[in-house]
C-alpha cells in the first residue's frame, strides 16, 4: 500500500467528498477518485461506497484509514529520529588508521576540545582493503602511492589530508649517513626492511630496484613503522620510512633520494551518506587541522 493513497482515503473520511480532498490535495477530483481505485485493488474488501452522490468510507475504509494515521505518525517519527541522528553534535564518531597514522594523529584527535565521543582503531591493510573498511568505520585514514590507482570514487567520498615524503632511513654509523642526499645506485646493493607484500610502501622499493636495474635484498618484513626504525638503528638494513608520521629516532638518519620522487597520499575515506552526520563533520574537520600543522621539515640537503 502507498502511503499516499492511504492519506486520501483518511482525507475522504475527514472531509467526506472528492472535491474537498481534491482542494485539499492541489490535484483533480478524477486523480483522487482514480489513486482510490489503485488502493481499492490492494484489498480486498470494499474501501468507499456511495451514499446518494457522496463517496463514503466502508468500516473497513474506516479502519485502513486510523491505520493510516498510525502509520504516517510512525514515520514522522521516525524521521524526526533520523533528522536527530544526522544533528546530534555529540553521537560517537568510529575513525579507522593505519598504524603510523593512528600514532600521529590519535592523540591529538582525542585531547582537542568540543569533538564528540571517539571510537578509534588501527587497521593497518593492504592498500586495496582500505576501501572495504568504510563499511565498520565513519571514517578511515589510508595512504596510497601517487602513481596507484585512485580510491573507488563511485562508492566512496576521498578527503585529501596530505601527501607525505618517504625518506630512506639509515643508521646514524652507517658510511652514507654523512651524504646529504642519496641516489638509488647509492642504496641498491644495501639489504633492505620492507613492508609486507600489497602495502604501498612497497611500489618505492620496487621502483628504487627498476631504476637501479637490479632487485633489492629484501632481509625483513614489517609494517610497523617503529619496528622497522629499532631495526634500521640495529644494522639491520636500509628502510623507507615517512616523514611526518613517524616518531624521530636518533640513532636513525632519513635522507632524500634525488633521483626518486618518494612520497604516499594520506586520504580519509567515507561513505557519501556518512558526512550528513554533524558528529562525522566535526572529526573530520579537526582531522583537516591536525594534519594542517606545521609539518616537520625534510633533512637539508
Not at 582531522?287 to 637539508?300: E, G, K, R, S, Y
Request: charged share 20%.
Amino acid at each position: 500500500m502507498d502511503l499516499h493513497h492511504l492519506r486520501l482515503l483518511r482525507e475522504l473520511g475527514d472531509r467526506g467528498s472528492l472535491a474537498a480532498v481534491a482542494r485539499a490535495m492541489h490535484i483533480t477530483p478524477s486523480a483522487v477518485s482514480q489513486q482510490l481505485k489503485t488502493l481499492q485493488s490492494t484489498s480486498r474488501v470494499p474501501l468507499t461506497e456511495r451514499r446518494g452522490r457522496r463517496l463514503a468510507l466502508t468500516e473497513a475504509g474506516r479502519a485502513l484509514a486510523t491505520a493510516a494515521i498510525e502509520v504516517s505518525t510512525a514515520l514522522d517519527r521516525a524521521g524526526r529520529a533520523v533528522d536527530a541522528y544526522l544533528d546530534d553534535p555529540a553521537a560517537p564518531v568510529t575513525v579507522s588508521a593505519f598504524h603510523s597514522a593512528g600514532l600521529t594523529w590519535f592523540g591529538p584527535l582525542l585531547a582537542r576540545p568540543g569533538l564528540p565521543p571517539l571510537r578509534c582503531a588501527d587497521e593497518d591493510v593492504a592498500q586495496a582493503d582500505f576501501p572495504a573498511l568504510v563499511a565498520d568505520y565513519d571514517l578511515v585514514l589510508a595512504h596510497r602511492l601517487p602513481h596507484s590507482p585512485p580510491w573507488p570514487a563511485d562508492r566512496l567520498t576521498t578527503v585529501p589530508l596530505l601527501q607525505e615524503p618517504l625518506y630512506v632511513a639509515l643508521p646514524a654509523a652507517h658510511r652514507l649517513a654523512s651524504r646529504p642526499v642519496l641516489t638509488t645506485a647509492d642504496v641498491a646493493a644495501e639489504p633492505w626492511i620492507c613492508v609486507h607484500e600489497g602495502f604501498p610502501v612497497e611500489g618505492i622499493l620496487t621502483a628504487i630496484a627498476a631504476a637501479a636495474g637490479r632487485p633489492l635484498d629484501i632481509v625483513h618484513r614489517v609494517n610497523e613503522f617503529t619496528v622497522v626504525a629499532a631495526i634500521v638503528a640495529a644494522g639491520g638494513g636500509l628502510a623507507l620510512l615517512p616523514g611526518y608520521t613517524s616518531r624521530p629516532d636518533p640513532a636513525v638518519v632519513l635522507r632524500p633520494l634525488a633521483d626518486l620522487p618518494a612520497a604516499r597520499h594520506i586520504d580519509v575515506l567515507t561513505r557519501p551518506e556518512t558526512l550528513h552526520r554533524a558528529a562525522v563533520r566535526s572529526v573530520l574537520t579537526a582531522l583537516h587541522d591536525i594534519a594542517a600543522a606545521p609539518q616537520p621539515l625534510p633533512p637539508a640537503p
